[in-house]
């Protein structure tokens, strides 16, 4: 349960899922599809669903065909972010859950009308008992995660356990974000139609991103 770095999750908040469709856990938005219903993510009906401003309701989804190893989410207003680095062959299960703007409960969640989003994960690919995973006695199930919080770079767009990259064109700028899990020396090298334009290297701290506009 997070809200990056506020009391309430912001709507200003980014979520990361590298998919093309989620399954509906469920939700209060009649505008969505139901229970066990699948969508395509993160567009549906031309609202943008990765920007919690989009949500009008409740909204619980897993993730069944995630495409990267790494999911995250980061805050426009407070500039922190989290993502998390995992071997998705052994930990396929993802799900993804938010209060939305019209959340009916929110005092059974909460006692001060904050909200927060949940970034679920396991071994079972969702809570239905057909994805139960059993562990038989004497067995056991393990696997290694990274969690990387970040900072001032601007959003997300890649990650590994060393790295928080964000690129994105702005006007007439590229705004490059760089954050790293611990102090190392960084090169980068931006192309723009597969031609270098801007190169270099920094020194990072995960205290010190690095954050260039060219």
């Known amino acids: 349960a997070l809200t990056l770095g506020s009391t309430s999750a912001s709507a200003n908040t980014e979520f990361i899922y590298p998919?093309?469709?989620?399954?509906?856990?469920?939700?209060?938005?009649?505008?969505?599809?139901?229970?066990?219903?699948?969508?395509?993510?993160?567009?549906?009906?031309?609202?943008?669903?990765?920007?919690y401003g989009n949500w009008h309701n409740w909204l619980g989804v897993f993730v069944p065909d995630i495409q990267q190893n790494y999911v995250g989410a980061y805050s426009y207003d407070t500039k922190l972010g989290i993502v998390r680095i995992f071997?998705?062959?052994?930990?396929?299960?993802?799900?993804?859950?938010?209060?939305g703007a019209g959340f009916?409960?929110?005092?059974?969640?909460?006692?001060?009308?904050?909200?927060?989003f949940e970034m679920w994960a396991g071994p079972c690919r969702t809570f239905w008992p057909e994805?139960?995973?059993?562990?038989g006695a004497g067995q056991?199930?393990?696997?290694?995660?990274?969690?990387l919080p970040f900072s001032s770079i601007g959003g997300l767009d890649r990650a590994n356990a060393e790295v928080a990259v964000k690129a994105s064109v702005q006007g007439g700028q590229?705004?490059?974000?760089?954050?790293?899990?611990?102090?190392?020396?960084?090169?980068?090298?931006?192309?723009w139609n597969d031609q270098p334009f801007k190169q270099g290297s920094a020194h990072l701290t995960p205290s010190a991103p690095l954050l260039l506009q060219v």
């Open 104 to 116: 009916p409960a929110r005092a059974e969640y909460t006692d001060d009308g904050s909200e927060y």
């Open 87 to 99: 071997p998705p062959e052994a930990v396929p299960g993802l799900k993804l859950f938010a209060f």
């Open 140 to 147: 056991s199930l393990s696997w290694s995660e990274i969690w």
């Open 19 to 51: 998919a093309d469709h989620v399954i509906v856990h469920s939700t209060g938005d009649s505008a969505l599809p139901g229970e066990r219903q699948t969508m395509p993510w993160p567009i549906y009906n031309g609202r943008d669903l990765s920007h």
């Open 131 to 135: 994805d139960d995973v059993v562990i």
């Open 174 to 191: 590229v705004c490059l974000g760089i954050a790293v899990s611990r102090a190392r020396q960084v090169q980068f090298r931006l192309h």
